[in-house]
Each structure stands twice: as C-alpha cells, then as structure tokens.
C-alpha cells in the first residue's frame, strides 16, 4: 500500500511539472504572439503614416498645379479681353481725351 502511495505522489509531482511546464510554455507563447502583434501594429502605423504623408503630398502638389494653371487661365483671359475690347478702350481714352480737352479749353475762353 504504501509503495502505491508513493507512486500515486510520483505521479502527482510529474504531472505537476508537467503542468508548470505547459503553463511557462503557455505564457512565452503568449508573450511572443503578443510581442509579434505589438510589432506588427508598429509596422501597419508606420506605413499609415507613410501613405498619409504621401497622399498629403501628392494633394499639395495636384492643388498647386490646380492653381498654376488657373492663374494662367485668367491671365490668357485677361489678355483676351484687354486684345477684344481694345477698340473700346482706346474709344473711352480718346473720350476722356476730348472732354478733358473740351473743358481746358473752355477754361482758357472763361
């Protein structure tokens, strides 16, 4: 009876090693999957970042030829309107000629 005692508590202690094992083995397991997704989170953040950056980027630029070239459409705008109202303008300044003449002349009778 007693030997069997004794075997029963052999046995007991193995398994308890066993279990102490399994559990350290259970938590390394752990602690390295949990490190891996840390990792890898870092990583997925700091590729974010990098398209982020590169989208913000690659806006700036779309928005500033956006802006180029608006400013060229207006001044090619500009220029048509000053060659297509040319003759007017030059109407309106000999106008404006004339009646500034008119009136110094007007002027120097008074």
């Known amino acids: 009876m007693k030997r069997i005692i004794q075997d029963v508590l052999q046995v007991e ?3 308890g ?3 102490r094992q399994a559990r350290e083995q259970a938590s390394e397991i752990k602690r390295s999957t949990e490190k891996e997704i840390s990792d890898k989170l870092t990583d997925a953040k ?3 970042r990098e398209i982020i ?3 913000v980027e690659d806006a ?3 928005a500033e030829n956006i802006r180029e070239e608006k400013l ?3 001044d090619r705008q500009q220029e048509n309107i000053l060659k297509n ?3 007017i303008m030059d109407n309106l300044v000999d106008n404006i000629c004339t009646i500034i003449l008119t009136t110094e002349h007007e002027k ?3």
Request: proline share 0%; glycine share 0%.
């Open 13 to 15: 202690e193995k398994v």
């Open 72 to 74: 060229k459409q207006a």
């Open 108 to 110: 120097d009778k008074k």
């Open 53 to 55: 950056q590169t989208a």
């Open 46 to 48: 700091q590729k974010a």
């Open 85 to 87: 109202n040319a003759d």
């Open 60 to 62: 700036k630029k779309e």
């Open 17 to 19: 090693a066993i279990l």
